[in-house]
């Protein structure tokens, strides 16, 4: 489950013509470091993140978990 979705979170924001940095700015909710272990898989992001993840990528949470 961590690996889908970090990789649907990669997909989306590769598709999308985004880079970590974009997304991480200021490093505020989400370090690149973080994001980067969420995309490989390492880990799960919390659920702040993943509403911040969701926000910048233009998406929904239910959408990133698959469940729509």
């Known amino acids: 489950?961590?690996?889908k979705l970090g990789?649907?979170?990669r997909t989306i924001r590769e598709d999308r013509g985004i880079s970590r940095h974009?997304?991480?700015q200021e490093e505020?909710?989400?370090t690149v470091?973080?994001?980067q272990r969420i995309?490989?898989?390492e880990c799960y992001p919390s659920?702040?993140?993943l509403i911040y993840?969701?926000?910048k990528l233009d998406t929904t949470v239910s959408f990133l978990l698959d469940e729509e």
């Open 53 to 55: 993840l969701a926000e």
């Open 39 to 41: 995309e490989n898989g």
């Open 28 to 30: 505020n909710a989400l």
């Open 22 to 24: 974009m997304i991480c």
């Open 7 to 9: 990789a649907m979170i």
């Open 47 to 49: 659920l702040p993140s």
């Open 1 to 3: 489950m961590k690996r």
């Open 33 to 35: 470091r973080q994001l």
